[in-house]
């Protein structure tokens, strides 16, 4: 491949039949073509393992998991099976924009400081339509991780979503996969760890395609029951990095009244533009 380095794509499948072939396709059709794709099919119920099986190509590796390991254990799955310099874990149902992977590679390999790269978010309904417009943090380029940590819990989560982000593998090796103690946040807690570490870049263009939907995990923690919880998780966030981030208690608070104001918000969001169908 030229001497480019190698990137794992993670695909961590459950009950994912009726998009993952697009999403396999997708990745596949890269610019950037020395890839591996690795899918971890957490024992679906429907018939997605063999929808990936039934694609051939010499860069996937397919796996299913022995027992269900639920999202945050299969996460960490994925990531225990890569062998590129760089990764990105993208769920089964999102998409990512042709030229992606050979933007961030670039990046990746010009600022050998860089832990993760991230781009902007379009949201798409399940038919693919645009259904609105998320923006990481406000500054572009070369920025110290920390700064954007404590900026996101003031105001919203800038570095969560797997497909928005892509990381060094050296840097994982370093600190480790995913909390599987958490469900709702285990991005945010994850990307939030690599960003403390150091530099990330940010690219402010909508280069990754986040399908939104009722019963996804965003859907759940605005207005779909479990905002509770979400919650309750985001303190844990907040005080687990309070040190880090130079975090006084009042702050804490603070940052979680913010948290209950966003998560309220966002279910309206869910309601105007993502209906139920």
């Known amino acids: 491949m030229n001497g480019q380095p190698l990137v794992s794509i993670c695909i961590p499948a459950y009950n994912n039949a009726e998009y993952i072939l697009e999403t396999i396709n997708n990745i596949l059709s890269q610019s950037y073509k020395n890839i591996e794709l690795i899918v971890v099919d957490d024992r679906s119920k429907d018939n997605t393992l063999e929808v990936v099986k039934s694609v051939k190509d010499k860069r996937i590796r397919v796996y299913e998991n ?30 990512l924009h042709k030229r992606l992977i050979e933007k961030e590679v670039a990046i990746m390999e010009a600022y050998p400081e860089v832990n993760l790269v991230q ?6 309904d399940l038919n693919g339509r645009p259904k609105g417009f998320y923006r990481r943090y406000y500054k572009a380029g ?30 994982y090796d370093i600190l480790g996969g995913f909390d599987e103690k958490l ?95």
């Open 66 to 95: 022995e027992e269900n390991l639920g999202m945050a254990g299969n996460w960490n799955r994925c990531l225990e099976l890569c062998q590129g310099k760089y990764i990105k874990l993208i769920c089964a149902d999102d998409l």
């Open 119 to 124: 781009s902007d978010t379009q949201f798409i």
């Open 142 to 171: 070369l920025v110290d991780g920390k700064k954007a940590s404590k900026f996101s819990v003031f105001t919203r989560d800038y570095l969560g979503a797997p497909l928005a982000n892509m990381i060094r593998k050296s840097t």
């Open 183 to 277: 469900v709702y946040i285990i991005d945010y807690d994850f990307y939030m760890k690599l960003a403390n570490y150091g530099k990330i870049y940010i690219v402010h263009k909508p280069l990754n395609y986040f399908r939104i939907r009722n019963d996804s995990n965003t859907g759940q923690v605005m207005g779909g029951g479990k905002e509770d919880i979400y919650i309750a998780e985001h303190r844990q966030l907040v005080e687990k990095y309070a040190d880090e981030l130079n975090l006084s208690k009042w702050q804490i608070e603070l940052s979680v009244r913010i948290r209950k104001v966003m998560s309220f918000l966002g279910s309206i969001y869910l309601k105007i533009f993502v209906p139920k169908e």
